[in-house]
T-cell receptor, first 113, second 118 residues
Framework: GQQLNQSPQSMFIQEGEDVSMNCTSS?????WLWYKQDPGEGPVLLIA?????ELTSNGRLTAQFGITRKDSFLNISASIPSDVGIYFC?????????????FGKGTHLIIQP | NAGVTQTPKFRILKIGQSMTLQCAQD?????MYWYRQDPGMGLKLIYY???????DKGEVPNGYNVSRSTTEDFPLRLELAAPSQTSVYFC?????????????????FGPGTRLLVL
C-alpha cells in the first residue's frame, strides 16, 4: 500500500525547546492529518489540513500542508512535559471515501528534564 | 457523549480460539473503522464501514470479519486466532468536517484492545 515517510523516528529534547517533524510521500495527498497518541491510549486528532499551502495552528501546534501536496510538517513551540507521546501523520490520496487514509510510522517525542 | 468505546481492554487467546472485539460509538457517525497497530508501526486498516449493512476490506483483512447491523456498533471477529494477530486494535468513527461534505477523515479513536495470541 501507500507509504508515508515520517521523520525523525524519535526526538530527545529539553523542556521549552521547539519541535519540528515532517512527513513526505511519493504520491499526492488531498488531506493531511496529525494525531498524537499517549501510552495506552488511542490516537487523538490534533490538526487537519485540507488545502495545499494551508497553515493551521492549534495552540502551540502549527502544521502546514506542503505546496506540492506530497509533504506536511508539524511544529510544537515551547515544549512542555505533557507533549510527550507519539505523533502520527496521516494522509488521504483520493478525493473521498473511507479507504484512503494512510498513516506514517510515528515520531516518538521524549522530553528530558 | 462517551465517544468511541472498545471492549475488552486486554485479552489473551490461545492459537485457534475465536473472539469478538466490540466497538460502539454514540456520535451518530456513519463511517467506522478497525485498525491494528504493531510495535513501532503506524496504524493499518483492517476493515471499514460506510454505514449500517455495508462493510469493506482495508489493507490487512485476512483472518478477520466484521458486521455492521446498526450505526452504533461495529464488532471485529477473529475466527482462528494466530500469533501474527497479536497486536493493539483500534476502532474509530468519523464524520465529514465542516465545509467538506465528501471527506470522512476526521476520525475519532477508541482506547484500543490489546490482544496477545499464544
Amino acid at each position: 500500500g501507500q507509504q508515508l515517510n515520517q521523520s525523525p523516528q524519535s526526538m530527545f529534547i529539553q523542556e521549552g525547546e521547539d519541535v519540528s517533524m515532517n512527513c513526505t510521500s511519493s504520491s499526492i495527498f488531498n488531506t493531511w492529518l496529525w494525531y498524537k497518541q499517549d501510552p495506552g491510549e488511542g490516537p487523538v486528532l490534533l490538526i487537519a489540513l485540507y488545502k495545499a499551502g494551508e497553515l493551521t495552528s492549534n495552540g502551540r501546534l502549527t502544521a502546514q500542508f506542503g505546496i506540492t501536496r506530497k509533504d506536511s510538517f508539524l511544529n510544537i513551540s515551547a515544549s512542555i512535559p505533557s507533549d510527550v507521546g507519539i505523533y502520527f501523520c496521516a494522509g488521504q490520496h483520493s478525493g473521498g471515501g473511507a479507504d484512503g487514509l494512510t498513516f506514517g510510522k510515528g515520531t516518538h517525542l521524549i522530553i528530558q528534564p | 457523549n462517551a465517544g468511541v468505546t472498545q471492549t475488552p481492554k486486554f485479552r489473551i487467546l490461545k492459537i485457534g480460539q475465536s473472539m469478538t472485539l466490540q466497538c460502539a460509538q454514540d456520535m451518530n457517525h456513519n463511517y467506522m473503522y478497525w485498525y491494528r497497530q504493531d510495535p513501532g508501526m503506524g496504524l493499518k486498516l483492517i476493515y471499514y464501514s460506510v454505514g449500517a449493512g455495508i462493510t469493506d476490506k482495508g489493507e490487512v483483512p485476512n483472518g478477520y470479519n466484521v458486521s455492521r447491523s446498526t450505526t452504533e456498533d461495529f464488532p471485529l471477529r477473529l475466527e482462528l486466532a494466530a500469533p501474527s494477530q497479536t497486536s493493539v486494535y483500534f476502532c474509530a468513527s468519523s464524520y465529514p468536517p465542516s465545509g467538506h461534505p465528501n471527506l470522512q477523515e476526521t476520525q475519532y479513536f477508541g482506547p484500543g484492545t490489546r490482544l496477545l495470541v499464544l
